[in-house]
């Protein structure tokens, strides 16, 4: 078995918190852009209105995963809580989806 010394631990700590910060906070920043452009759609805006909006408020969510992901105690944690907030933003993307249901 491998046993890492504290500084390793802290750099492999430090380069996961990074993924989770871009990698992660990315994808779930599209998830939620799909999720709120399709809501917003359903709720009755013109064509095109819903993706400017959804995207405008993407940099503010972006932002707002970043940190909450770089304050996290661990990346273990972050990654996970991460991948917990996905699953219920792909069911409501899938559900608000225009042929996601006949």
Known sequence: MIRLTQQARGRWSAAFHIAAGTL???????LVTVALSLLLARAGMDRGEPVTAATLASFVIFAIIAITVFDACSAVRAWGCLFALALPVVLAAFLLSPGAHP
Request: net charge negative; proline share 0%; hydrophobic share 45%.
């Open 24 to 30: 992660e906070a990315y994808g779930m920043t599209w």
